[in-house]
T-cell receptor, first 110, second 112 residues
Framework: GNSVTQMEGPVTLSEEAFLTINCTYT??????LFWYVQYPGEGLQLLLK?????DKGSNKGFEATYRKETTSFHLEKGSVQVSDSAVYFC?????????FGQGTRLTINP | ETGVTQSPTHLIKTRGQQVTLRCSSQ?????VSWYQQALGQGPQFIFQ???????GRGNFPPRFSGLQFPNYSSELNVNALELDDSALYLC???????????FGPGTRLLVL
């Protein structure tokens, strides 16, 4: 069936560290892939997206590449900031199916 | 541009009752999706409406039903409430299938 497996949290890093949050998916066909973020006290909002294989989504220094061969969409950032502390959700939209991962809570310490 | 709004913000019901949650989509958006989010979990897809027709459904029983109106606002109805229905219910609107979703703040439902 359709599913998203996301790296379990919580993840705690120091400022300026490199970040990777893994995400793999199981889906029929070729879904569109997204990362959503929820900052403390705020609602879910789009961070980045990719709609076809080998596309790279990027925003606010974050990047993720749609890898069809490994069914993955890992989120990366070269140098995290305290303001990146939030919960991150991997998400796909396929044919009439929308699936979120369970979320990864990220805390960045100064 | 008005964002996605949901009402009410909080609701308390007892087991067996029925509830209706409402969502106003962002201007110009013809697609609305509903999710259930338990504490510490990711949102679970309930169903999606596109131009007033159901366009996909997750693994929720038939007592979860919905509507989309000509102005693309939407309702989620839950009959015969159970304790496990206690959760945050999120509505998201978009310009179509596989497009970026814009989320409302949610309705927190508590079933006693």
């Amino acid at each position: 069936g359709n599913s998203v497996t996301q790296m379990e949290g919580p993840v705690t890093l120091s400022e300026e560290a490199f970040l990777t949050i893994n995400c793999t998916y199981t889906a029929t066909g070729y879904p569109s892939l997204f990362w959503y973020v929820q900052y403390p006290g705020e609602g879910l909002q789009l961070l980045l997206k990719a709609t076809k294989a080998d596309d790279k989504g990027s925003n606010k220094g974050f990047e993720a590449t749609y890898r069809k061969e490994t069914t993955s969409f890992h989120l990366e950032k070269g140098s995290v900031q305290v303001s990146d502390s939030a919960v991150y959700f991997c998400h796909f939209q396929g044919a009439q199916k929308l699936v979120f991962g369970q979320g990864t809570r990220l805390t960045i310490n100064p | 541009e008005t964002g996605v709004t949901q009402s009410p913000t909080h609701l308390i019901k007892t087991r067996g009752q029925q509830v209706t949650l409402r969502c106003s989509s962002q201007s110009g958006h013809n697609t609305v999706s509903w999710y259930q989010q338990a504490l510490g979990q990711g949102p679970q897809f309930i169903f999606q409406y596109y131009r007033e027709e159901e366009n996909g459904r997750g693994n929720f029983p038939p007592r979860f039903s919905g509507l989309q109106f000509p102005n693309y606002s939407s309702e989620l109805n839950v009959n015969a409430l159970e304790l496990d229905d206690s959760a945050l219910y999120l509505c998201a609107s978009s310009l179509g299938e596989r497009e970026t979703q814009y989320f409302g703040p949610g309705t927190r439902l508590l079933v006693l």
